[in-house]
């Protein structure tokens, strides 16, 4: 069974920085592409980040390019997402997702819980 | 950017209808779509992939069709556990964006 538990989340301050990460099971997590998804209080999923299996290839959503950073650590089976200079706008659940397959042109299978990021003063 | 509009944002509806939800893209996707649902609270379930394809256990009452710029949920007798949030994305091009949802209530 997929199995993602995200992890980092927490109260930041406007300009702060954050490391969530999302430990994955129950696959072969070296050969898949995973995204992070988040949806703020009140609104709808926004995809926000996507890495292919090998993190050669990874994208960003523009509302975050430059400030988040996406990687993977393919030896502990662990997906990341550092972010940098946060704003009001980026408190939100953020979800880890799995790819169906190892490249990034594909839709996502299976969902970790999520974990809340909160930005204010 | 490719722009997903669904329609309608909420839905009400009863155990047994039959209802559908539509989703709209602002150029062609071909059929680089999937449906997921969202209950608060939990994580989204994938439902369908290829504008058609149901996920292997999803129940054989959701169903989807359309390419291009045009595509359809639908959910053929609706079952209590059926009422949710559905989003829709398209995984066409970056950004791979969702449409706004359609909540799903009781009538």
């Known amino acids: 069974e997929v199995q993602l538990l995200e992890s980092g989340g927490g109260l930041v301050q406007p300009g702060g920085s954050l490391r969530l990460s999302c430990e994955a099971s129950g696959f072969s997590f070296r050969s898949y592409a995973m995204s992070w998804v988040r949806q703020a209080p009140g609104k709808g999923l926004e995809w926000v980040s996507v890495?292919?299996?090998?993190?050669?290839?990874?994208d960003y959503a523009d509302s975050v390019k430059g400030r988040f950073t996406i990687s993977r650590d393919n030896s502990k089976n662990t997906l990341f997402l550092q972010m940098d200079s946060l704003r009001a706008e980026d408190t939100a659940v953020y979800y880890c997702?799995?790819?169906?397959?190892?490249?990034?042109?594909?839709?996502?299978?299976?969902w970790g819980q999520g974990t809340l990021v909160t930005v204010s003063s | 950017d490719i722009q997903m509009t669904q329609s309608p944002s909420t839905l009400s509806a009863s155990v047994g209808d039959r209802v559908t939800v539509t989703c709209r893209a602002s150029q062609s996707i071909d059929s680089w779509l999937a449906w997921y649902q969202h209950k608060p609270g939990k994580a989204p379930k994938f439902l369908i992939y290829g504008a058609s394809r149901l996920e292997s256990g999803v129940p054989f009452r959701f169903s989807g069709s359309g390419s291009g710029t045009e595509f359809t949920l639908t959910i053929s007798s609706l079952q209590p556990d059926d009422f949710a949030t559905y989003y829709c994305q398209h995984y066409n091009s970056y950004p791979y964006t969702f449409g706004q949802g359609t909540n799903l209530e009781i009538k």
């Open positions: 890495i292919n299996y090998s993190a050669g290839t990874t």
């Open positions: 997702a799995k790819a169906q397959s190892s490249v990034t042109t594909t839709a996502l299978d299976s």
